[in-house]
């Protein structure tokens, strides 16, 4: 199994930029697809982003599309959000989420997902 923890998240006005950082630990990295979600107050996980354990094949949200970059460096065992143009309605708390790259599952649905992070807060001020 694999553990992950995020950090990188913060405050920051509007139109701005940050980058979470998802740090894995347990199984090589490299087993895994990894997908960042986020949730907001009162409402229900969303999917963000997701990326093939080798990085050829990313998929994102049609909300965050041409502002988010979703990345990985296997050799650092650790995933990334670049988030640019940033908007009030982006503030959530962030997960990162993995799942074997040798089970078939919704990649945009969190129950396609097994291993999960705490979470780490976003907040965008307008």
């Known amino acids: 199994q694999v553990q992950l923890v995020e950090s990188g998240g913060g405050l920051v006005q509007a139109g701005g930029s940050l980058r979470l950082s998802c740090a894995a630990s347990?199984?090589?990295?490299?087993?895994?697809?990894m997908a960042w979600f986020r949730q907001g107050l009162g409402k229900e996980r969303e999917f963000v982003a997701a990326?093939?354990?080798?990085?050829?094949?990313?998929t994102y949200a049609d909300s965050v599309k041409g502002r988010f970059t979703i990345s990985r460096d296997n050799a650092k065992n650790t995933g990334f959000l670049q988030m640019n143009s940033l908007k009030p309605e982006d503030t959530a708390v962030y997960y990162c989420?993995?799942?074997?790259?040798?089970?078939?599952?919704?990649?945009?649905?969190?129950?396609?997902?097994?291993?999960w992070g705490q979470g780490t807060q976003v907040t965008v001020s307008s």
């Open positions: 347990g199984r090589a990295f490299s087993n895994y697809n």
């Open positions: 990326i093939t354990w080798s990085g050829g094949s990313t």
């Open positions: 989420a993995a799942i074997s790259k040798y089970v078939v599952a919704a990649s945009e649905m969190p129950r396609g997902y097994t291993y």
